[in-house]
Nanobody, 117 residues
C-alpha cells in the first residue's frame, strides 16, 4: 500500500515563499507521474504541477514561472517550491501519485497554505 504525507504548509505574507514536501512510502513501479493539486474554498480542485518518472514537468498557467516541482529519489520525496506567493494561492495543497498501473492513484491528506498580510 502506498502512503503520501504532505508537509510544509503554513501562513505566509504576499510575495513570500514556501516549500511543500510529499513523502511517499510503499512500493510502486518505476514509471509514474506525481503531481500537486490545490483546492480553494468553494472552488474545484485544480492541477498545480506534474512531474513524471522520466523527468518531464507540466505546470498550471496560474503558477508558471513562480512554482517549481522537483523530487529527491533517494528520499522518496516530492517537492513544490512556491515563490512570489499571492493571496489567490491560498488553498489546501494535495500530493497525488498516478502509478500508471492497476494499482491506481493515491492522494495525500493535504496541507493548508494561506497567503495573507
Amino acid at each position: 500500500q502506498v502512503q503520501l504525507i504532505e508537509s510544509g504548509g503554513g501562513l505566509v505574507q504576499p510575495g513570500g515563499s514556501l516549500r511543500l514536501s510529499c513523502l511517499a512510502s510503499g512500493n510502486f513501479f518505476k514509471f509514474y507521474i506525481m503531481a500537486w493539486y490545490r483546492q480553494a474554498p468553494g472552488k474545484q480542485r485544480e492541477l498545480v504541477a506534474t512531474l513524471s518518472s522520466s523527468g518531464s514537468t507540466v505546470y498550471g498557467d496560474s503558477v508558471k514561472g513562480r512554482f517549481t516541482i522537483s523530487r529527491d529519489n533517494t528520499q522518496n520525496t516530492l517537492y513544490l517550491q512556491m515563490d512570489s506567493l499571492q493571496p489567490e494561492d491560498t488553498a489546501v495543497y494535495y500530493c497525488k501519485l498516478n502509478t500508471l498501473s492497476t494499482m491506481g492513484d493515491f492522494w495525500g491528506q493535504g496541507t493548508q497554505v494561506t497567503v495573507s498580510s
